[in-house]
Every structure is written in C-alpha cells, then in structure tokens.
C-alpha cells in the first residue's frame, strides 16, 4: 500500500501509479498462473481417473491400490454391485478416415448421458469403443439401469450421428476388483 502525503510533487504520484502498476501486474500474473496450475491439476485428475477405470476393467489392479486410488483423486466408486457396458461405434464402416470432430461429438454425446446417472463412470477404451462403469446396491435394479442407460446412449449417438453402434452389457459382479469380470 501506498500513501501519499501533501505536497505532493508529480513525480511521487509517477512513482507510486507506477509501482501499483507493478503490483496489479504481478498480481495479475500470479492469477494466471494460479489458473493454469489448476487447469493442470484437472486435466491429470482426469487422467488418472480414466487409468484407474481402465485398470478396473482389466484387472489390472488390487482392491486396496483401487480403493487408496479412488480416495486420491476423489471417484466415488465404492458400492455393492458393478456393471460394465461397453459401446462400439463403428467410425470405419465407409473406411475413409476417422472424422475426430465427430469421434469427440460422440463422445460429449456419450458423456452427457452418463453423466445425468449417479454411479455411472464414462471412459474411453479405444477410438471406437467407450466403456461405462456402473454402481448399484441392488444387482436386479443396476442391470435394468445399464440396460436403460446402454440403450439411451446407442438410441443418442445412432440418431445424431448415423453411425451404427453395438453396445455389450456385462454381468453385474459384487467386488471392486472383480469388475474385469463383468468386461
């Protein structure tokens, strides 16, 4: 903070506009940077987020790493019940290149469909394939809502896109680890 005192001759006020100046300029850039710390900070969240999901449906991981994971990027996966449904959009079928504007359309289209559904987790799998991962407390209740959801999702991206899709529904399986199984 600055203060001026009378008289006050031209120069002090250059002065002192100048060092505020400064001051809301580096202010300015710490702002930025704090912006884009946590842009990062997301985009890695995310990241892992889609590795541990992946990992899930491979098997590819223990329960306590899975669970200790969950707990450090904030996923909220633990439940009774686990249900994987994967989605295959076939983008090769005219055998030309693959449009990725469209690959990421489908996508958002995708994700915001899982995303109305608590206990639904969205991730890719490859170019083609989308993977849900699916929580419930009740085995009956979650296959009638993978079903459901599954089926939204394909109705979305057909009608949107014209793209043909396949959709694979797992069986509902009971442990966090054993998701693979339900793949």
């Known amino acids: 903070t600055e203060y001026l005192l ?3 001759s031209a120069r002090e006020i250059q002065s002192v506009l100048q060092s505020v100046a400064t001051a809301l300029d580096q202010e300015t850039e ?3 940077n704090l912006q884009e710390l946590q842009s990062q900070i997301k985009d890695v969240l995310a990241l892992q987020r889609e590795r541990l999901l992946l990992q ?3 098997g590819g991981v223990s329960s306590t790493a899975a669970i200790e994971q969950c707990r450090q990027i904030g996923l909220d996966i633990i ?4 249900l994987v449904i994967l989605i295959k959009v076939h983008l090769h079928e005219d055998h030309g290149p693959v449009d990725f504007g469209r690959y990421h359309e ?3 289209m995708a994700a915001n469909v899982v995303n109305k559904h608590s ?3 969205f ?3 490859s170019v083609e394939e989308l993977l849900l991962i699916m929580t419930g407390e009740d085995a009956e209740q979650l296959k009638q809502d993978g079903l459901f959801l599954a089926g939204l999702v394909q109705q979305d991206i057909e009608a949107e896109t014209g793209y043909r899709v396949a959709v694979g529904v797992g069986s509902v399986e009971q442990r966090l680890t054993d998701i693979y199984h339900s793949f």
């Open 6 to 8: 009378k008289p006050i």
């Open 30 to 32: 710490e702002r930025e």
């Open 56 to 58: 899930l449906v491979v």
């Open 79 to 82: 439940a009774q019940h686990y």
């Open 106 to 108: 489908i996508q958002r």
């Open 119 to 121: 206990g639904a987790f």
């Open 123 to 125: 991730t890719q799998k």
